[in-house]
């Protein structure tokens, strides 16, 4: 069995699992807690929790760094959430991914846009399809990535998919 776990780092970030012996994916929200000045921030307990209970053996985590439009603690925030999400892919004796964004967006053509990106992962993922959007419309674009990096590492390990995936409760 092997089990791929992608990831969406930050606070609206998410986690996807995918059993490539099952065929199923498993969405995962990212785990938070509160932080500073009532804001959320990613809850490293909780990763950590999350990555252990996957039981993964590759972890596909989107290498992203802050922009200059972030302000001093958004950054600060963003990097600590990243570094719980390596950090707990190592700890779990899984082998570490870091992609960039522009390499897995193209592997998988997905559009850069967040919106156009969660459009993409409704086709690859018919059986998630409510999962990635809200009850008025909105997108879930963090899991929708999450489930594209996973798939991304599934193509990357020579993973292909004998049927579509479905959707299963992420392991506890």
């Avoid at 690859?124 to 990535?145: I, K, N, T």
Wanted: with cysteine.
């Amino acid at each position: 069995m092997t089990r791929i776990l992608g990831c969406d780092p930050g606070v609206n970030g998410a986690f996807a699992l995918i059993d490539t012996d099952l065929w199923t994916l498993a969405l995962r929200d990212m785990p938070l807690e509160a932080g500073v000045k009532g804001k959320q921030k990613v809850s490293a307990r909780g990763v950590i929790d999350l990555v252990r209970s996957a039981d993964v053996e590759h972890g596909f985590l989107e290498d992203v760094h802050a922009s200059p439009q972030m302000g001093v603690t958004s950054a600060f925030s963003f990097g600590d959430g990243f570094g719980c999400v390596r950090t707990a892919i190592l700890s779990a004796d899984a082998s570490l991914w870091p992609i960039r964004p522009q390499v897995w967006k193209a592997a998988t053509r997905t559009p850069k846009d967040k919106k156009q990106a969660t459009t993409r992962a409704a086709q690859l993922f018919p059986d998630a399809h409510a999962e990635f959007y809200g009850p008025r419309g909105g997108s879930f674009d963090g899991r929708a990535e999450a489930a594209l990096l996973a798939f991304y590492g599934a193509l990357t390990l020579k993973f292909q998919p004998a049927r579509a995936l479905r959707l299963v409760e992420f392991p506890e």
